[in-house]
């Protein structure tokens, strides 16, 4: 919350002021990307631990 605020900040000094907000309405996004993310670096580190037992 205090990064949002922060960035809220600098982003009005610079005219800037609907990007925080439009990045708030990407949340689902985010969420979405980051799910993905984790599916991918599970498999990752399944394989180097076969890897790693396999030799």
């Not at 689902?28 to 799910?35: A, H, L, M, N, R």
Request: net charge negative; hydrophobic share 30%; aromatic share 10%.
């Amino acid at each position: 919350e205090k990064a949002k605020y922060y960035w809220q900040k600098n982003l009005d000094r610079l005219g800037q002021k609907e990007s925080v907000s439009f990045a708030d309405a990407d949340d689902d996004v985010k969420t979405e990307v980051g799910k993905k993310l984790k599916e991918r670096f599970d498999q990752i580190l399944e394989k180097l631990n076969e890897a790693v037992e396999n030799g």
